[in-house]
């Protein structure tokens, strides 16, 4: 008996391959999957049917013409044609076996043939699913058990019932048949093996790559989550400092008007309330790759705001025919400092998404970029492309859509919607709408 340390010993001959690899070797197969109730049916049949059409065939040979043979000799005919179908039943029983026993299964039913051709239907299943692992150390023990039952067969049992002798030429003959079906059913085992491997890692594959796209949109979301509390870090950080500074005038400075007090406390509320509203937006969500050990995070540039989305135009131009109509705005224009800033960066994020997947993807479509609303009620961002130019020929290389899952998680903490899609003549629209507050 081994100890704890000692190396596990070598597994039996007849026991099931291991999963894994020994050093040196490739991976070894897993155990074949479990078969459906008619996949096990119909091999089932499949073995009976065989047994049952060789026996019959034995049974021609076996019983003679009346009064062509002695008393005794067709006794013994009558006693092996019986004994050969209870040992084809016998070897249907063990079929059941086959897949945790392969081995020992196919040797059995295999040495069985030697005095039962019945047996042989469920050695044939027998031999093809000891194949199925693609190991020789298990198909050659069900090799040889069948070349030495039909050396025995028709070499010994046969002549011995029947009272003749078979010349050597045929019993080598019937030997070489013996290889041609077991190397047949060794064949069939290792195709249906590799098949069923060849399957079996397509479905982990797409299963994986499945799980990978989940956790690349996962990660896409963090990351716009993040980038979004760092551009409202500096916005909370600049409105609490104007809301600090103007209470700690009040505090100290004794020599204000009352118009002065007023004043200074309107500043105070309405920069209170604006940090509030950029707090709500951003609460909850959890800022990845946050300074640790007293480190501190480079702050990022100033972020751009819709009235810059000419720039955005104007950088598209050379790529598509692009179009902006701020007909729908108040005055017909871009709005200025009136439009929130977080609504502002939004929609200049909306735009820009849409301008660069545009260029990417339909250079040479026309482009219209359409902003509507007022205070108080919602700005409406629309970019819809046409059909790509097929003269030109597009140099962008396949998305993921990451950039579309960013800009909804983005809008969504802005408070608003985005919905983006498809037409049937190679259009895409992408729509959003956001809350446009009356500071009034």
């Known amino acids: 008996m081994h100890s704890v340390a000692s190396p596990p010993a070598a597994p039996p ?4 391959p291991r999963d894994g690899a020994e050093p040196g070797r490739s991976p070894r197969p897993v155990a074949p999957p479990a078969l459906r109730p008619w996949s096990r049916i119909w091999r089932y049949l499949a073995a009976a049917g065989l047994a049952m059409l060789l026996w019959i065939f034995t ?3 076996l019983i003679p013409a009346e009064g062509t043979v002695p008393a005794d000799v067709e006794a013994r005919m009558g006693a092996a044609l019986l004994l050969d179908g209870l040992l084809g039943v016998l070897a249907l029983c063990l079929l059941p076996l086959r897949r945790r026993h392969p081995v020992l299964v196919g040797t059995v039913t295999g040495l069985v043939t030697a005095v039962s051709t019945a ?3 469920a050695a044939t299943v027998a031999a093809v699913s000891a194949a199925t692992w693609r190991r020789w150390r298990l198909v050659l023990p069900v090799a040889v058990a ?26 080598v003959l ?7 079906m077991v190397a047949t059913c060794v064949a069939t085992g290792f195709y249906v093996g590799a098949r069923r491997e060849l399957l079996t890692t397509l479905r982990q594959r797409a299963e994986t790559a499945e799980r990978e796209q989940l956790l690349k949109a996962e990660a896409a979301r963090e990351a ?17 400092s104007l809301v600090a500074m103007h209470a700690g005038a009040l505090a100290y400075r004794t020599d204000l008007s009352r118009e002065e007090t007023a004043q200074a406390a309107g500043v105070i509320q309405h920069n209170a309330h604006v940090a509030l509203t950029e707090l709500r937006q951003v609460l909850g969500v959890l800022r990845a790759g946050s300074p640790q050990g007293g480190e501190r995070a480079a702050a990022e540039p100033p972020q751009p705001e819709l009235a810059q989305i000419t720039e955005l135009v104007a950088a598209a131009a050379p790529y598509v025919d692009v179009t902006l109509d701020v007909s729908g705005l108040p005055g017909g224009r871009l709005p200025g400092g009136e439009l929130p800033a977080t ?14 997947n545009t260029c990417k993807h339909a250079p040479g479509s026309a482009v219209a970029v359409r902003l509507a609303g007022a205070p108080g009620g919602l700005l409406t961002v629309e970019v819809v492309n046409g059909a790509p130019d097929s003269t030109l020929r597009s140099s962008a290389t396949p998305g993921a859509g990451l950039g579309l899952l960013g800009l909804a998680e983005r809008v969504d903490l802005a408070g608003g919607a985005l919905e ?16 446009w507050e009356d500071d009034k």
């Open 343 to 356: 609504t502002s960066r939004t929609a200049y994020r909306v735009v820009q998404e849409a301008l660069t």
């Open 59 to 61: 049974s021609v040979d």
């Open 174 to 180: 019937s030997g070489g048949v013996a290889i041609g």
């Open 224 to 240: 716009e989550r993040t980038r979004i509390a760092r551009e409202m870090h500096d916005v909370l950080a600049h409105r609490i």
């Open 13 to 16: 001959a007849t026991s099931l």
């Open 146 to 171: 069948w070349v030495v039952a039909v050396a025995v067969y028709e070499g010994l049992w046969r002549p011995s019932v029947m009272d003749t002798a078979n010349s050597t030429g045929f019993v």
């Open 420 to 435: 983006h899609g498809g037409g049937p003549d190679g259009s895409f629209a992408v729509r959003a709408w956001l809350p």
């Open 119 to 121: 047996a042989l239907g």
